[in-house]
């Protein structure tokens, strides 16, 4: 198992960055990737394309951006770095202004998925955002990032997300979540399989996934629904095995039509936004019991 604390080293930590745009904040986490021998100054280049060819998707969360761009050959090895900004910078994305950027390069598509489930587990923590912004030292922040239960204990009790009521997994419901679908291959039944789609399928599609999952997992419904992480281009020919999409909006356009729903999400580590389009999808009323 990949930890976090194999993948951002305190090298790879900036905490006190400067830049005058998105692209140069993303310079600024791409230079770090360089320095730490994770990546060449390609690697710099396709991160920054990555948001002029598919939007600031990236922008997961408020002021929170995750740059990365598709396995290449300017990946020496996997492994992240971590940015935060003395002045906030915009992407052009409803979660401006940034201040914390990270960047993650992937030698393939696996190898970092562990690390990514172990960070999206840190952000979706109740005052995690406010902890990870007044963390001092790079030491910390490490130590902070290898204790998912810190930024709860350590912030002040207030979460942002609001209370929902949470559906029981009635008969009637799961039928819903189990019926067969209709797909090219034919009819098939089981749980049903949800899409969180990025551009490249290695980075915020995983959040967004962990973030469905939780809901899922709240609701009692994880037998009912699988949930799959991927990349623009292959969720289109996935879409039949699929009866909905959760993306951002800039991904949601380049999909364009793919005969089933796709439910745009701005912050991707908010449960209370995801277990909306849940309610959306599956036409379960707030306060269904």
């Avoid at 100054?41 to 396709?46: A, F, G, K, L």
């Avoid at 967004?208 to 419904?221: D, I, N, P, Q, Y």
Wanted: proline fraction near 7%; charge should be negative.
């Amino acid at each position: 198992m990949t930890s976090l604390a194999d993948l951002l080293p305190e090298d790879a930590i900036d905490l006190d960055g400067s830049a005058s745009d998105w692209r140069a904040a993303i310079r600024v986490a791409g230079d770090l990737l360089v320095a730490t021998g994770v990546t060449t100054s390609e690697y710099t280049d396709e991160m920054i394309r990555n948001v002029e060819d598919n939007g600031p998707y990236i922008v997961i969360a408020p002021g929170f951006a995750f740059a990365h761009a598709r396995p290449s050959p300017a990946v020496r090895r996997t492994g992240m770095s971590w940015v935060r900004l003395r002045e906030p910078v915009t992407f052009g994305s409803p979660n401006d202004p940034v201040d914390l950027v990270v960047a993650l390069a992937a030698k393939d598509s696996g190898v970092h998925t562990d690390a990514m489930a172990e960070l999206a587990k840190v952000l979706l923590e109740p005052g995690a955002d406010r902890v990870l912004r007044a963390v001092g030292t790079p030491r910390q922040l490490r130590a902070l990032l290898s204790d998912p239960d810190a930024p709860a204990d350590r912030a002040e009790p207030a979460a942002r997300t609001p209370a929902v009521a949470v559906p029981e997994a009635a008969p009637d419901v799961c039928e819903t979540a189990t019926t067969a679908v209709e797909s090219g291959s034919g009819r098939r039944s089981g749980p049903v399989k949800i899409l969180t789609v990025c551009g490249n399928g290695v980075g915020t599609s995983l959040f967004l996934k962990s973030t469905l999952e939780k809901v899922l997992a709240r609701w009692h419904w994880s037998p009912y629904v699988n949930v799959e992480a991927t990349d623009t281009i292959s969720a289109r020919g996935k879409a039949g095995e699929a009866v909905a999409v959760l993306t951002s909006g800039a991904i949601a356009n380049a999909l364009g039509e793919l005969g089933i729903p796709v439910h745009v999400i701005e912050n991707f580590t908010s449960t209370a936004e995801v277990d909306h389009a849940m309610r959306e999808i599956f036409d379960v009323q707030e306060g269904a019991r």
